[in-house]
């Protein structure tokens, strides 16, 4: 009897442990990083404006997501462009250039 309930108490932490790993592993996955989203098209939502920070559109893993953008060279880009998300700033935040724009010119 005493063997079984110790049986019992493993499988249960064990459980528990995969549990908490496999939450923690989604929870990470759940919020898409600004890094996934460079070389994606996009499109402005809310304008940016010169020298300053708007919000953009991109389609990730089959998700519209929202990051905040700014210009790559500090123009203005109006609202509905479509951009092309050049780099990442951080993990909610994007630098973008118009589809246009070629960065070897």
């Known amino acids: 009897m005493v063997g079984y309930v110790i049986l019992l108490v493993i499988f249960a932490a064990c459980v528990g442990f995969a549990r908490k790993l496999f939450l923690s592993r989604r929870k990470q996955n759940a919020v898409p990083k600004a ?11 809310k304008k940016i404006s010169r020298n300053g920070i708007g919000i953009v559109s991109v389609a990730l893993d089959g998700k519209l997501v929202e990051f905040e953008a ?3 060279d500090g123009t203005a880009i109006a609202s509905f462009t479509p951009v092309q998300v050049v780099t990442a700033i951080d993990d909610r935040t994007v630098t973008v250039a118009p589809v246009n724009f070629s960065p070897n010119t």
């Open 35 to 45: 890094m996934n989203a460079i070389g994606k098209g996009a499109r402005v939502y």
């Open 70 to 72: 700014r210009s790559h």
